[in-house]
């Protein structure tokens, strides 16, 4: 049972435009979400993360929103460009456990921006 | 600015062969982690160090076993390695922050074929 899903294997979006990236997780303990980029060849890269005591995270093009009641957390790239073609990774850590903030990971969402 | 250096990139192996795969991180990080990454799944954790002298069982550890050599260095060990072990394994490491903040930062992954 995946405790982390991101149910869109693949987005394509038109240079310039905005990509919305989902993931919806099943356990309420977790508390803290993170997104990675990841390119062919290369590993992944942390990008942006949000707490749950927030529910919005801003970094320059990239926010994260984070709906608790939903158990479900987005990545906005606005304007998208053709560099954020990527694999992007939605993980998240239950930080009340105590098991140390181990991340657990979705499958991903491979983008495609076109020119 | 090394980061996490994983050794070897490519590895070719036949069935019940051994070998290590090798992660050191200069970042002076308390926690390391090893990950694989199958087609189609997420990264998903084999073992995990959380500090110097420990180490812990993850998701998927059955075929492996690790070694927390010192701070810098996390080895993982294929004793006899299999065809399902064919993969991409990525070592990372962390500094688990406030309220357990657990951004990991990730090597470039060592690709394993097991004949």
């Known amino acids: 049972d995946q405790q982390v899903k991101q149910n869109s294997p693949s987005l394509s979006v038109q240079e310039g435009r905005i990509s919305i990236l989902n993931c919806d997780y099943t356990?309420?303990?977790?508390?803290?979400f993170l997104w990675y980029k990841k390119y062919p060849a290369e590993g992944p890269t942390f990008l942006i993360s949000i707490s749950s005591i927030k529910d919005k995270n801003e970094d320059g093009r990239f926010t994260v929103f984070l709906n608790k009641s939903a158990k479900h957390l987005s990545l906005h790239i606005v304007p998208s460009q053709p560099g954020d073609s990527a694999v992007y990774f939605c993980?998240?850590?239950?930080?009340?456990?105590?098991?140390?903030?181990?991340?657990?990971f979705g499958k991903g969402t491979k983008l495609s921006v076109k020119p | 600015n090394a980061g996490v250096t994983q050794t070897p990139k490519f590895q070719v192996l036949k069935t019940g062969q051994s070998m290590t795969l090798q992660c050191a991180q200069d970042m002076n990080h308390n926690s390391m982690y090893w990950y694989r990454q199958d087609p189609g799944m997420g990264l998903r954790l084999i073992y995990y160090?959380?500090?110097?002298?420990?180490?812990d069982k993850g998701e998927v550890p059955n075929g492996y076993n690790v070694s927390r050599l010192n701070k810098r260095e996390f080895s993982l060990r294929l004793e006899s390695a299999a065809p399902s072990q064919t993969s991409v394994y990525f070592c990372a490491s962390s500094v688990p922050g406030q309220y357990l903040k657990n951004i990991q930062y990730f090597g470039a992954g060592t690709r394993l074929s097991v004949l």
């Open positions: 356990n309420s303990m977790f508390d803290y």
């Open positions: 160090s959380a500090s110097e002298g420990t180490t």
């Open positions: 993980a998240a850590s239950g930080v009340r456990r105590g098991s140390q903030g181990n991340l657990i």
